[in-house]
């Protein structure tokens, strides 16, 4: 069992910048990928980045790539995502989750773990 605990959400301008984190206990790290994922309300659950368990692959939804940044630190167990520029269209419930393999994947339903979420909210 893994259990993951995000932080790092909250209210910021468009324009600004947060830095969200997850904590991942119960289970090797790095056996695990990561992912992150939002939900805004009325929307499906989407796709934002992945890191495979290396740390040597990463991946971006379109719409956040050049703005967010995927990393994963092994020494704390612990997966970030940087995201800067933040447009009110970002704001959302920030899911971290991991997932067992080393394919990099960005379907929710292929993930094995997740996290209670983080809310993020841009103002315009």
């Known amino acids: 069992q893994v259990e993951l605990v995000e932080s790092g959400g909250g209210l910021v301008q468009a324009g600004g910048s947060l830095r969200l984190s997850c904590a991942a206990s119960?289970?090797?790290?790095?056996?695990?990928?990561m992912g992150w994922f939002r939900q805004a309300p009325g929307k499906n659950r989407e796709f934002v980045a992945v890191?495979?368990?290396?740390?040597?692959?990463?991946l971006y939804a379109a719409s956040v790539k050049g703005r967010f940044s995927i990393a994963r630190d092994t020494a704390t167990n612990t997966v970030y995502l940087q995201m800067n520029s933040l447009k009110p269209d970002d704001t959302a419930v920030y899911y971290c989750?991991?997932?067992?393999?080393?394919?990099?994947?960005?379907?929710?339903?292929?993930?094995?773990?997740w996290g209670q979420g983080t809310q993020v909210t841009v103002s315009s």
């Open positions: 989750a991991a997932r067992r393999g080393i394919a990099v994947v960005t379907i929710p339903t292929q993930y094995d773990y």
């Open positions: 119960g289970r090797t790290f790095s056996t695990l990928g």
């Open positions: 890191i495979d368990r290396s740390g040597g692959t990463t």
